[in-house]
T-cell receptor, first 118, second 115 residues
Framework: GAVVSQHPSRVICKSGTSVKIECRSL??????MFWYRQFPKQSLMLMAT?????????EQGVEKDKFLINHASLTLSTLTVTSAHPEDSSFYIC??????????????FGPGTRLTVL | AQTVTQSQPEMSVQEAETVTLSCTYD???????LFWYKQPPSRQMILVIR??????QNATENRFSVNFQKAAKSFSLKISDSQLGDAAMYFC????????????FGAGTRLTVKP
C-alpha cells in the first residue's frame, strides 16, 4: 500500500517550453503533497507544499510563477515548470502525506522525474 | 530552523560486517520524528527506519537499528550483516511534530558495500 507514482519518469525538452510532471497517490488519499528538487549528489530540497484545493506554499527562493503547482484532487498534484531553462534541469521528486495519518505522518515518495532542458 | 547534519559523505563496509552512519540535528523542539531513508541508484526513496523523539527505546528493523541520543541530538544508523543491496545513498531526516509539513534532510552518506 501507499504507492506514489510520477509521470513522466524522464523528460527532455527545449529551452523555453513548459513541462508538466504528475504525482499520483495510487491507493490512498493525500491531503498534502510535497515537491522536492535534487541536484546530482546532493540532498532533497523542499520546493513547495501543496494542500488539496488550496494554493501551494513555496519555500524561500522558489519562484512560484516558474514552478506552478496544482493539487486538484486528493490523489493528484502537478508541477509545471514554465519556460524551462537548462538550469532547471534536475531530478524532481514528489511525496504524499497520508490523510488522517498516524503519529508518524509519514511521507511516501514517488520514483522521481529527471528533467533535462536543452 | 532545524538543520540536519551528516558528517560522512562516503562510507565503506565489507559485506557481512557492521557499519554506523552518523547524523546530528539541531532543534529547539521537544517532540519530533527522525527518519533514515535509503536512495538506491533507482533514485526511489525508501524508508529504512523511524523514531519518535518521545520514545526512549531505540527503533530496530531487522538488520537496521538506531542509536538515538536525544540530549546529544544524535541519531545514528547501524547496519548489521551488510549486504550488497545495502549500497545506496542514506539520508537522515527530521520532521517537526508541530508542523508536519516541515521535513528536513541531511546531505546524505554514500554507502559502498565491498564483496
Amino acid at each position: 500500500g501507499a504507492v506514489v507514482s510520477q509521470h513522466p519518469s524522464r523528460v527532455i525538452c527545449k529551452s523555453g517550453t513548459s513541462v508538466k510532471i504528475e504525482c499520483r497517490s495510487l491507493d490512498f488519499q493525500a491531503t498534502t503533497m510535497f515537491w522536492y528538487r535534487q541536484f546530482p549528489k546532493q540532498s532533497l530540497m523542499l520546493m513547495a507544499t501543496s494542500n488539496e484545493g488550496s494554493k501551494a506554499t513555496y519555500e524561500q527562493g522558489v519562484e512560484k510563477d516558474k514552478f506552478l503547482i496544482n493539487h486538484a484532487s486528493l490523489t493528484l498534484s502537478t508541477l509545471t515548470v514554465t519556460s524551462a531553462h537548462p538550469e532547471d534541469s534536475s531530478f524532481y521528486i514528489c511525496s504524499a502525506g497520508l490523510a488522517g495519518a498516524s503519529s508518524y505522518n509519514e511521507q511516501f515518495f514517488g520514483p522521481g522525474t529527471r528533467l533535462t532542458v536543452l | 530552523a532545524q538543520t540536519v547534519t551528516q558528517s560522512q559523505p562516503e562510507m565503506s563496509v565489507q559485506e557481512a560486517e557492521t557499519v554506523t552512519l552518523s547524523c546530528t540535528y539541531d532543534t529547539s523542539e521537544s517532540d519530533y520524528y527522525l527518519f533514515w531513508y535509503k536512495q538506491p541508484p533507482s533514485r526511489q526513496m525508501i524508508l529504512v527506519i523511524r523514531q519518535e523523539a518521545y520514545k526512549q527505546q531505540n527503533a530496530t528493523e531487522n538488520r537496521f537499528s538506531v542509536n538515538f541520543q536525544k540530549a546529544a541530538k544524535s541519531f545514528s544508523l547501524k547496519i548489521s550483516d551488510s549486504q550488497l543491496g545495502d549500497a545506496a545513498m542514506y539520508f537522515c531526516a527530521y520532521r517537526s511534530a508541530s508542523n508536519h509539513n516541515d521535513m528536513r534532510f541531511g546531505a546524505g552518506t554514500r554507502l559502498t558495500v565491498k564483496p
